[in-house]
């Protein structure tokens, strides 16, 4: 027994109330989720987006402006997935409509409202507490904008950090640049063929293989997905942390990055999926041009890592995955208070 709970007993003694007290605590110590913190040490100002899985909550806001060396924080609950990433080049005007040169979500306002970024762009994606674990990466399979670190703090587990530290724009092929070396595309974009996409008879991790285009990206950023199936090096776990996602991370950060030890996940279950718009939250929908699963853009939702499907329906953020484990676990935890109330008050 939890003996925190033991002075709460002594108030409340064996009542109806002591059980709501006990069911209150245990929902709550359920659904805490993680604390996210977005840190800009870019040089320029960097627009965040921010889209949710269906399903999942919107947290406080879908896009806002970060200025160089600010941060800003979020509270996103257990069982929350979806993605982050910066725009950059943006101008909005009084009434906040505007567009971005990179990153844009297409909303023509600073908020994304529910719409994901236009390749190419860096993405952070998670899923707090699946199957009591969160599942974070950070993609390339969209392209490259700008650098990004995801850091974990406070939780248990191998809880590694990830990203991609180098300034791929400099590297990018000029069949693949953008602009004035502005973003670096997905080979999946700038040529739009099976073997690149994962699509058609690529579209499994036997036929769909690394390509020069993406061995480049992977050789930048060893701990990045750089296509669809990239899987074993690229997605990391951790229990109970809050997370740090830093645009343009220091020297100490890149360090951080290239001597964790990378972790292969090895969980074998995941959350049911089903057939739905990439990352989308409620009637949005986003965009990606790099993976096509199961169907346009899900996975096949059976296996983490043990056929590549799901994770890397992860990496291109596939939007239609049902509750999490967790969330389940909370709706089951409530269920239980209902039926510990009724019990208790029997005893009356």
Same mark, same amino acid.
């Given at each position: ?5 033991? @002075? ?12 709501? !007290?006990?069911?209150?605590? %245990?929902?709550? +110590? ?19 987006? %921010? ?25 996103? &609950?257990?069982?929350?997935? /979806? ?5 950059? /080049? ?29 390749? &190419? ?17 950070? *993609?390339?399979?969209?392209? #490259?904008?700008?650098?990004?670190? %995801? ?13 991609? *530290? ?7 092929? !000029? ?9 670096? +595309? ?7 063929? @099976? ?5 058609? !008879? ?15 990206? +992977?050789?930048?950023? &060893?701990?990045?997905?750089?296509? !669809? #199936? ?13 997370? =740090? ?9 890149? +360090?951080?990055?290239?001597?964790? =030890? ?8 995941? @959350?049911?999926?089903?057939? /739905? ?14 993976? *096509?699963?199961? /169907? ?25 995955? =049902? ?10 935890? %409530? ?14």
């Amino acid at each position: 027994m939890d003996l925190g709970l033991l @002075p709460l007993r002594r108030r409340l003694g064996s009542s109806p109330a002591y059980a709501l !007290a006990l069911c209150l605590l %245990i929902v709550s +110590k359920g659904v805490s989720g993680a604390t996210f913190t977005f840190v800009n040490k870019c040089e320029y100002t960097v627009w965040p987006g %921010i889209l949710a899985n269906a399903g999942s909550p919107s947290l406080d806001s879908t896009g806002f402006e970060l200025p160089s060396d600010t941060s800003r924080t979020f509270q996103a &609950p257990t069982g929350w997935s /979806g993605r982050f990433w910066g725009r950059t /080049g943006c101008s909005f005007d009084g009434s906040l409509s505007g567009t971005c040169l990179t990153g844009d979500c297409g909303s023509g306002q600073l908020e994304c409202n529910g719409l994901g970024a236009a390749p &190419p762009a860096t993405l952070a994606e998670f899923t707090l507490g699946s199957g009591g674990q969160d599942f974070y990466d950070v *993609s390339l399979v969209d392209g #490259y904008n700008l650098p990004m670190l %995801i850091e974990g703090s406070g939780g248990s587990g191998a809880c590694a950090s990830t990203g991609c *530290s180098a300034d791929l724009n400099r590297q990018c092929p !000029a069949e693949l640049r953008v602009g004035e070396g502005d973003a670096c +595309k997905s080979a999946c974009e700038a040529f739009g063929s @099976p073997e690149y996409c994962c699509s058609g !008879a690529y579209n499994s991790p036997v036929t769909c293989r690394p390509t020069v285009y993406s061995e480049m990206f +992977k050789s930048a950023c &060893p701990r990045s997905y750089s296509y !669809a #199936y990239d899987d074993a090096t690229s997605t990391f776990t951790c229990t109970g942390a809050d997370y =740090t996602v830093t645009f343009c991370p220091s020297s100490t950060s890149q +360090k951080t990055a290239r001597d964790s =030890t990378p972790m292969t996940a090895t969980t074998t279950t995941t @959350p049911a999926q089903e057939s /739905g718009s990439e990352f989308g939250s409620g009637t949005g929908t986003g965009t990606g041009t790099g993976y *096509s699963g199961t /169907g346009s853009m899900s996975g096949s939702g059976q296996a983490v890592l043990a056929d590549g499907s799901w994770m890397a329906g992860l990496a291109m953020g596939d939007s239609s995955r =049902t509750a999490s484990p967790c969330a389940l676990q909370s709706s089951a935890a %409530i269920c239980l208070c209902f039926l510990f109330l009724m019990i208790s008050s029997f005893h009356l």
